[in-house]
């Protein structure tokens, strides 16, 4: 019998996760705070629970963490996960780590821990690897109605001057699709980068999608006023993934962004 499945945080990508597992037929509980996500979870048989109901299910069970380090939950779930000893654990980290890291960038690549934000991930993940959680550092996520293009028609999108240097992606399907893996064939106290084959600047991304929404380019910008995760040049490999036989279906963002905008008009 399949475990049951924990997932800490129902955010974008979770929600979608435990309604493709609710469906399928497996037992989901799931933690959130948003009533609308509630809403979509409970309407696929998702059990939405109570943080401390759901950390009373984890002994034997998979367990997903999404809760980002400012919630100051980690050391408390690791407390209760490390008594428990749920069957798989796997915790959502971010390529944000890597910080100033230009280049190729893979699990190898040296951590920064200049910036606050990137040591409270990688304090949360010196929490839980010890627990044998496999670790998935990912990419920027993207989907139906969150990424580049609900900006550009927001009339919100910048780009730098420059054009920017290369970022990677991860089509929100495929990450779910890599939680599947992970949890399924992931090693435990392991790290795995999270990223689709096709890193891109802002300006190519902008121009690609420009073109097929008929808009024209956004306000070009100093690069120093972006946020620092839209300042750097990084491609993410996942071949470490790839290894354990994921296989994106949007290897790059414009298979990614054409499946993302087909599902937005179907409402």
């Keep these: 019998m399949t475990a049951p499945l924990l997932l800490l945080g129902c955010g974008y990508t979770l929600t979608r996760f435990a309604v493709a597992e609710a469906r399928a037929g497996r037992e989901v509980l799931a933690t959130t705070r948003d009533a609308a996500r509630r809403a979509v979870l409970e309407g696929a048989g998702v059990h939405v629970v109570s ?43 971010s390529t944000g780590v890597y910080g100033s890291a230009r280049g ?41 109605g969150r990424g580049t293009s609900g900006r550009l028609k927001a009339g919100t999108l910048r780009i730098p001057d420059s054009g920017g240097g290369r970022l990677s992606r991860i089509h929100v399907d495929d990450l779910v699709d890599a939680v599947r893996v992970v949890l399924e064939r992931g090693a435990p106290g392991e790290v795995y980068c999270v990223a689709d084959r096709r890193p891109a600047t802002q ?11 008929g808009l024209p380019m956004p306000p070009r910008v100093p690069l120093a006023s972006l946020h620092e995760s839209l300042r750097g040049d990084r491609a993410i490999s996942a071949a470490k993934l790839e290894a354990l036989g994921w296989t994106p279906r949007y290897p790059d963002f414009t298979t990614g962004f054409l499946a993302s905008m087909e599902e937005e008009a179907r409402g």
């Design 51 to 93: 943080v401390d109901a759901a950390l009373s299910r984890a002994a034997g069970a998979h367990v997903v963490d999404s809760v980002p380090p400012d919630a100051g939950l980690d050391a408390r779930f690791a407390e209760v996960l490390s008594r428990a000893r749920p069957s798989r654990l796997v915790y959502l980290s």
């Design 104 to 144: 190729h960038v893979d699990e190898a690549t040296p951590v920064d821990r200049t910036s606050e934000v990137s040591r409270a991930r990688l304090d949360a993940e010196a929490l839980f690897l010890p627990l044998g959680a496999s670790v998935m550092r990912i990419a920027g996520i993207y989907g139906p």
């Design 203 to 213: 300006e190519e991304t902008a121009s690609w999608l420009c073109q097929q929404l």
